[in-house]
């Protein structure tokens, strides 16, 4: 099991372009998350999804869309980047949902400028 | 949700047990209570959960009053790999919007 991976690692955009982070699990979890953690603080929840083709907004969820057409994947889509967005991404799949462990992966570090 | 409070930050050395106490006074009667440690460059790696009395795995305890209102996790001999940031959750089955993560607290082992 490779568990949750994220590409890319690391990214820099340019204020008004668009990127899709990939995100990908091969343990059959239902439930997968996207956070963002900003340095120094704790993560926060952008989008997250109980199942294929449903998806619901989290804490800070402006800014990004996220769709999810099969069990495997979920990508974010920044539609427009701005400065604001420089953070840490991290993705994360669970089997059981809220009562359940989550599993991260490394995540992906993007900076605009 | 229910809000949690805990240090922002601890020091210990190596060796000692380390004990994080997590405030959730208002905790639902479906709720859970997590942890989770995360080291630099890394996303968080589950330690344990619990939702009343002690719970015991091999990395850690989580001790929880009869009231609920707070849980204190429980580290038994830290080593200087243990230097983390742990984030105390709270919540129940509904996925996402539960899974909150304050500031956590930076517990720092010294030799």
């Known amino acids: 099991n490779a568990g949750v991976t994220q590409t890319p690692k690391f990214q820099v955009l340019k204020t008004g372009q668009s990127m899709t982070l990939q995100c990908a699990q091969d343990m059959n979890h239902e439930y997968m998350s996207w956070y963002r953690q900003d340095p120094g603080m704790g993560l926060r929840l952008i989008h997250y999804?109980?199942?294929?083709?449903?998806?619901d907004q989290g804490e800070v969820p402006n800014g990004y869309n996220v769709s999810r057409s099969t069990t495997e994947d979920f990508p974010l889509r920044l539609l427009s980047a701005a400065p604001s967005q420089t953070s840490v991404y991290f993705c994360?799949?669970?089997?059981?949902?809220?009562?359940?462990?989550?599993?991260f992966g490394p995540g992906t570090r993007l900076t605009v400028t | 949700l229910a809000k949690t409070t805990q240090p922002i930050s601890m020091d210990s050395y190596e060796g000692q047990e380390v004990n994080i106490t997590c405030s959730h006074n208002n905790i639902a009667t479906n709720d859970y209570i997590t942890w989770y440690q995360q080291f630099p460059s890394q996303g968080p790696r589950f330690i344990i959960q619990g939702y009343k009395t002690k719970v015991t795995n091999e990395v850690a305890s989580l001790f929880i009053p009869a009231d609920r209102k707070s849980s204190t996790l429980s580290l038994p001999r830290v080593s200087l790999s243990d230097t983390a940031v742990y984030y105390c959750l709270v919540g129940d089955h509904n996925y996402g919007q539960n899974f909150v993560f304050g500031p956590g607290t930076r517990l720092s082992v010294l030799p």
């Open positions: 994360a799949s669970s089997l059981t949902g809220g009562r359940g462990e989550q599993y």
């Open positions: 999804s109980v199942g294929a083709g449903i998806t």
